[in-house]
């Protein structure tokens, strides 16, 4: 195969930031994506109704001339969080999702939650009115090794708030496991799963042998290699319960150098490259779509994209690091060599 058309892909999982920032990183997920669930993870965090609203037109504001782009809008769970104003939010069609970070497990994360039993009001206004919550899958404990925080966090907090709260849509994000691939195949279809595309490639040997490489931190952390290929193996199965979620997460070059550097992987321009290559390994490229464009709007009960992108069997020419006003920020390499384009 050498030529490859798609309905239009959406990320259900993206980091934009914001200013300068936004501004660099933003036409690169305009190229080849019509959506995106945008990750409200700020300083200060997008919390309110108010604060999704002003963060979303400034998104607008820094979309390329003549571009299409819908931001899918999410709010930060806090314990204070207003189970009223989240209802009203979803009700005016401008939050898609409500997410919610244990407090201090990523980036930003702060704000999130510690007591989960104080979130139960809004949790169960969520499951009243459909809205999905999009979930960072990992414990905190400083006893729990972090290689092992998403399985915990599975059996101490994700099952017990789904068979509390009867109704409630729940993504999981990110996932990085065959305990996550295992839990999600075997759940009703109120429970998604996203994937991204750097957990598809790298494992933890990838970061730590042969010297640290910073690039290819992100959180949660890649596993070994047999959870890396149980997640080939669902994003690859055409199952309607997996979708792609970049979870691509700009930060400058200075910022991941640190001797306490950031996590995250920009992969906003090379990833429908990636994947074809992914897929094609897997002898899978009929099912890309589905994975990519189709999946996850059904989850969230919209539309599929009516336009189309096409991949090539030709090398793409893209960038090793893209420049903003804050300083270069590196671009995530697969280590391989790109045979597909975006055309």
């Known amino acids: 195969m050498t030529s490859l058309t798609l309905a239009r892909p959406d990320d259900w999982h993206l980091h934009l930031r914001d200013g300068a920032m936004l501004r660099a990183v933003l036409p690169w997920t305009v190229r080849d994506f019509a959506r995106a669930i945008i990750m409200p993870n700020l300083v200060p965090p997008v919390v309110t109704g108010a604060q999704a609203a002003a963060y979303r037109d400034r998104i607008l504001a820094a979309v390329p001339d003549g571009a299409q782009f819908e931001p899918l809008m999410t709010l930060y769970l806090t314990e204070d969080t207003d189970p009223d104003d989240v209802a009203a939010a979803h009700a005016s069609g401008l939050v898609k999702a409500v997410k919610l970070y244990p407090a201090g497990a990523t980036t930003n994360s702060a704000s999130g939650v510690t007591n989960f039993d104080k979130v139960r009001p809004t949790l169960e206004r969520m499951a009243d009115i459909g809205l999905p919550l999009c979930v960072h899958g990992e414990v905190t404990d400083?006893?729990?090794?972090?290689?092992?925080?998403?399985?915990?966090?599975?059996?101490?907090?994700?099952?017990?708030?789904?068979?509390?709260?009867?109704?409630?849509?729940?993504?999981?994000?990110?996932?990085?496991?065959?305990?996550?691939?295992?839990?999600?195949?075997?759940?009703?279809?109120?429970?998604?799963?996203?994937?991204?595309?750097?957990?598809?490639?790298?494992?933890?040997?990838?970061?730590?042998?042969?010297?640290?490489?910073?690039?290819?931190?992100?959180?949660?952390?890649?596993?070994?290699?047999?959870?890396?290929?149980?997640?080939?193996?669902?994003?690859?199965?055409?199952?309607?319960?997996?979708?792609?979620?970049?979870?691509?997460?700009?930060?400058?070059?200075?910022?991941?150098?640190?001797?306490?550097?950031?996590?995250?992987?920009?992969?906003?321009?090379?990833?429908?490259?990636?994947?074809?290559?992914?897929?094609?390994?897997?002898?899978?490229?009929?099912?890309?779509?589905?994975?990519?464009?189709?999946?996850?709007?059904?989850?969230?009960?919209?539309?599929?994209?009516?336009?189309?992108?096409?991949?090539?069997?030709?090398?793409?020419?893209?960038?090793?690091?893209?420049?903003?006003?804050?300083g270069p920020v590196t671009v995530f390499d697969p280590g391989f060599a790109l045979e597909w384009r975006v055309s």
Request: aromatic letters at 6%; hydrophobic letters at 40%.
């Open 142 to 326: 400083a006893d729990i090794d972090i290689f092992d925080r998403e399985a915990v966090f599975i059996d101490r907090v994700l099952d017990p708030i789904r068979r509390n709260t009867p109704g409630l849509r729940v993504v999981m994000e990110h996932i990085t496991t065959s305990d996550a691939v295992a839990y999600a195949r075997a759940q009703d279809d109120s429970l998604g799963a996203t994937i991204t595309t750097h957990h598809l490639v790298i494992n933890r040997n990838h970061i730590l042998a042969g010297g640290i490489k910073p690039h290819y931190y992100c959180l949660p952390v890649a596993k070994r290699e047999v959870h890396r290929l149980a997640l080939r193996d669902a994003a690859t199965s055409g199952a309607p319960r997996f979708f792609l979620g970049t979870d691509s997460a700009p930060h400058t070059d200075a910022n991941k150098l640190l001797p306490c550097g950031c996590a995250g992987c920009f992969t906003a321009p090379n990833t429908l490259p990636i994947l074809a290559h992914v897929f094609e390994a897997e002898g899978a490229l009929d099912r890309l779509e589905a994975f990519t464009s189709r999946n996850g709007p059904v989850f969230y009960g919209l539309p599929v994209n009516t336009d189309t992108v096409t991949l090539t069997k030709s090398p793409p020419n893209l960038p090793t690091h893209i420049d903003t006003e804050d």
